[in-house]
């Protein structure tokens, strides 16, 4: 089974606009973390933002917010007010305690138009 | 300026031949990593380490080796054996849950 389910392959939205990435996970550990993070065409990866499983608030980080659905075992992206420099492929991962590797989805890809 | 530089940004190799891909970090972390990039695949664990001279296989070990000589340097061999070696390889490494990642290798075999 998947522990990283990114279900849109690609996604539109026009500049200004607000647009959610979904990611559904998968572990039995109480203890995680999940990591979002945004490949431009260059390949790097650009870590966006953080939520520790234990964290009592959704976390934010400018215009990146992580809607952290614990019951659900959802942690979708919320960007606010799209860029163009947006357009890029987003992925979702998971650290469980005890490792220090990454598992990660197979990713959104955003295009934003003008 | 801290980071870590993988070397070529561009590989191309003649199918059976061995290639290695090199990868360098200097901010001092324990822990290294190479992941696999295919389109539509997400990023899949190739093998890691936490300390040196000690490393685990990934998901998708089969077809790879690296060693882990150095802190500073987790070098991955891709075999002949490896039978769709075509993919962008990155490396990584980390320290609590800060992970930084190189610009990677696209590696083509032809």
């Known amino acids: 089974a998947q522990k990283i389910t990114q279900t849109q392959p690609g996604m539109f939205v026009q500049e200004k606009e607000a647009v959610t990435l979904d990611c559904t996970y998968d572990?039995?550990?109480?203890?995680?973390?999940l990591f979002w993070y945004k490949q431009p065409s260059s390949g790097e990866m650009i870590f966006l933002i953080y939520q520790g499983s234990y964290d009592q608030q959704n976390a934010t980080e400018g215009r990146y917010s992580l809607n952290f659905q614990k019951a659900r075992k959802s942690a979708n992206l919320v960007i606010s007010a799209s860029q163009l420099g947006d357009s890029a492929m987003y992925f979702c991962a998971m650290r469980e305690s005890g490792y220090s590797t990454l598992t990660f989805g197979k990713g959104t890809m955003l295009l934003v138009s003008p | 300026d801290g980071g870590i530089t993988q070397s070529p940004k561009y590989l191309f190799r003649k199918e059976g031949q061995n290639v290695t891909l090199s990868c360098e970090q200097n901010?001092?972390?324990?822990?290294m990593y190479w992941y696999r990039q295919d389109p539509g695949q997400g990023l899949r664990l190739i093998y890691y380490s936490q300390i040196v001279n000690d490393f685990q296989k990934g998901d998708i070990a089969e077809g790879y080796s690296v060693s882990r000589e150095k802190k500073e340097s987790f070098p991955l061999t891709v075999t002949s054996a490896q039978k769709n070696p075509t993919a962008f390889y990155l490396c990584?490494?980390?320290?609590?849950?800060?992970?930084?990642f190189g610009s990677g290798t696209r590696l083509t075999v032809v």
């Open positions: 572990t039995s550990d109480p203890s995680y973390g």
């Open positions: 901010l001092n972390h324990d822990a």
């Open positions: 990584a490494s980390s320290v609590g849950r800060g992970y930084t």
